[in-house]
């Protein structure tokens, strides 16, 4: 029996392999630090976490519009 049948070809591979919703994710992430003008290395606990709930609405609302699902399955910035 063949176990590396699920292997990639090297770990580099693996790696070096893209998640596009992932990249999308992080696109965010990075337009939503420069708008406010942060600095992630040196952003308090409060800026991190507000840049957190911003890009994570921000990234589910637009996968909402891509996939054709209501936005009102988003949950809403800082609900509980």
Not at 8 to 25: I, N, V
């Amino acid at each position: 029996m063949n176990k590396n049948i699920d292997r990639p070809a090297s770990d580099a591979e693996w790696y070096c392999r893209k998640d596009p919703e992932e990249e999308r994710f992080y696109e965010f992430f990075f337009q939503i630090c420069r708008k406010y003008g942060v600095h992630w290395a040196s952003a308090t606990p409060k800026e991190q976490a507000f840049i957190e709930e911003v890009t994570r609405v921000t990234y589910e609302q637009d996968r909402a519009r891509r996939l054709g699902t209501p936005l009102s399955d988003v949950r809403p910035s800082f609900a509980s």
